[in-house]
């Protein structure tokens, strides 16, 4: 697209103008920095409805969603002839009514227009196997006894319409699978719907007989199945960046001490991130020492190069040095790049770090973490003691006990009344445990609970290091005033290993690749391949090696995180693409339920 559609890469780069509506910035920015918009010709880039100046002689290419409001203001800048031409992609199909109305509105300067092309793309890609439909209000909107059919309507053929993209994308056509009766079914009849029609369309066909051998399967499950991952309390880095930190289109604002003065700071989460890469999976502490062993990798480096250029610094190389010695120098030069970009980004995970440790102290996370790992053996003393401690938040308090009680048998009337009367107590609104009172009741909801499989190694192995290698960040923490009790923090969490357990939409997930049929007579079978109305799986057992799972509703990390770790850890390899209508953090999740509770 930023090529102008030109098949081939070889052609001679074109500098041009790239304007886009919010949900293709929200598309380019996870993926496309502005050196990678400088590499493709990219000079200035503006948003649809910010004030722009005429441009001549500079071609523009367009990224936006097919509405009315920007078919009109395309209709506007085209009448304005702010560019010499304009290529037009848009996010999704562009409805026939839409694009007359574009040529009326437009008809004076038509012939501005080289290209108009539907691009498939109205999903975000967060991470190779991750994305989202940035449908925030999709979990409200759906469960919501008052939305209007119609509105209703307009959201799963929203969904349905953002998972075609994502199999155009894929070039895969899929066998769908769902759970009968809920939101996902109405989604899912409707993605199916769509891709027949494609199908049948043989000479415009998106998805030809012979593209791919081995079909992938699209389980659509909806959120209801399992609120509580949505709730819980984590303890790995990408979990607790997204948690604590609202990691929102891979991009985190952190507050950092400098100099005695409080700064906000944006971060953007590369998808060439060796640290994320290496670290995102796994537990907190563990990365922690990590920052710090590569801190001192980084150190160790550029001791050898300065000493080997000659300098007591990177700051001293001078590249104008003629008297220096020729491949000394050099060999500093091609390094220093590389070094000055690793320190940035260390700088960056130091700063996250830092910010995380003071949550989990201030909040006492790691005590609401220890609680939800072992949920089920909570008793009511125990309970009422979390919510009662002044120490705590309410909205942990809320989230600890909105897992409890999904969790745990049917609590006695009495039981109940004594914890909402202490909830009450404590300031905390009710209106999100009437909710899942109701989701309790009237749905097929599986618990938190699940056979713990065995930790591979104990904590005190795998942590064990993890005091004596973390000088530097303890004295960055104790430097910006964190606590006089760091240490008895860090000797408290050290040992925290998450149970390496399998969520409801994991094991649901594993069911449905291996073949399974227990636990799946209300899953139907769709294969637009297959006459319309078949919806029962074949007698033989089919078994898949690639799986989209997307959650109507929303989804996280940690159950990202636990599709990864399933995936990795098969005997047989699997592909695992995760995706939902958008990636909700507890608090944002607890307001729609807040919501949903007002009703």
């Given amino acids: 697209m930023l090529r102008l559609n030109q098949e081939s890469e070889e052609e001679d780069l074109v500098w041009k103008v790239l304007v886009y509506d919010k949900l293709g910035q929200d598309i380019i920015s996870p993926l496309i920095k502005v050196g990678d918009l400088r590499t493709n010709g990219v000079t200035v880039h503006m948003g649809l409805y910010s004030d722009r100046q005429t441009i001549p002689d500079v071609p523009s290419v367009y990224f936006c969603e097919p509405t009315q409001e920007n078919i009109n203001r395309i209709a506007e800048d085209l009448n304005k002839r702010l560019y010499d031409s304009f290529y037009i992609n848009f996010s999704s199909v562009l409805p026939r009514h839409l694009l007359e109305d574009l040529a009326q509105q437009a ?16 999903y975000v890609c967060l991470e190779d196997n991750l994305f989202s439909l940035q449908l925030p209000n ?5 469960n919501d006894p008052t939305s209007p059919e119609h509105i209703i309507d307009k959201v799963t053929t929203d969904i349905a319409s953002g998972l075609f993209s994502v199999f155009v994308t894929m070039k895969a056509l899929p066998i769908i699978r769902c759970p009968k009766g809920t939101a996902a079914e109405a989604v899912a009849l409707k993605l199916e719907a769509k891709l027949r029609d494609n199908v049948m369309n ?40 997204h948690d604590i930190l609202s990691l929102n289109l891979n991009r985190i604002t952190v507050s950092v001490d400098e100099r005695g003065k409080s700064l906000l700071k944006n971060y953007d989460i590369d998808l060439n991130d060796f640290f994320w890469k290496k670290n995102a999976g796994n537990p907190f502490p563990q990365v922690a020492e990590d920052v710090d062993v590569e801190i001192q990798k980084y150190k160790e480096e550029v001791d050898q190069v300065t000493r080997s250029a000659g300098v007591s610094s990177l700051e001293e190389v001078d590249p104008n040095d003629f008297n220096a010695s020729t491949k000394q120098l050099s060999s500093a030069l091609k390094l220093l790049p590389e070094l000055t970009a690793r320190k940035k980004l260390l700088d960056m995970h130091m700063n996250i770090a830092t910010a995380l440790f003071k949550s989990i102290q201030t909040r006492q996370l790691d005590a609401f973490f220890r609680m939800e790992e072992s949920v089920l053996k909570l008793s009511k003393p125990n309970v009422l003691e979390m919510l009662r401690d002044p120490a705590k938040q309410p909205e942990d308090k809320l989230r600890m006990f909105l897992i409890f009680f999904l969790a745990a048998e049917d609590q006695s009337k009495e039981d109940m009344q004594e914890y909402e009367q202490v909830l009450s107590e404590q300031g905390i609104a009710l209106e999100a445990l009437k909710y899942c009172k109701n ?37 960055t923490i104790q430097n910006s005033a964190v606590s006089g009790h760091f240490e008895s923090l860090i000797s408290g969490v050290k040992n925290l290993l998450p ?10 997930v594993d069911a449905i690749m291996d073949g399974g049929v227990n636990g799946l007579d209300d899953y139907l079978y769709l294969d637009p391949r297959l006459p319309r109305g078949q919806t029962k799986p074949p007698k033989q057992k089919t078994t898949f090696s690639e799986a989209v799972v997307f959650v109507t509703g929303g989804g996280n990390y940690l159950e990202y995180q636990n599709l990864m770790e399933f995936a990795s850890r098969s005997l047989v390899k699997k592909k695992i693409v995760y995706g939902s209508t958008d990636l909700l953090n507890a608090r944002k999740f607890v307001e729609q339920l807040q919501t949903l509770g007002s009703k």
Wanted: hydrophobic share 35%.
């Fill in 107 to 122: 008809s004076e300067s038509a012939g501005l227009v080289s290209q108009v092309y539907d691009q498939y793309l109205n």
């Fill in 202 to 241: 043989s000479r415009a066909t998106l998805f030809p007989e012979d593209l791919q051998s081995a079909r992938p399967v699209l389980i659509l499950l909806d959120r209801n199945m399992d609120l509580t991952p949505l709730l819980m309390h984590t303890w790995t880095y990408s979990t607790l960046v």
């Fill in 439 to 475: 989701v309790r009741m009237y749905s097929k909801m599986t618990s938190i609970q699940s056979t713990p499989q065995q930790a591979t190694g104990s904590g005190a192995d795998l942590l064990g290091s993890f005091t004596s290698n973390f000088s530097r960040l303890t004295d």
């Fill in 499 to 508: 149970t390496k357990r399998e969520l409801t939409v994991t094991r649901t």
């Fill in 138 to 142: 999709a979990y409200v909107t759906i």
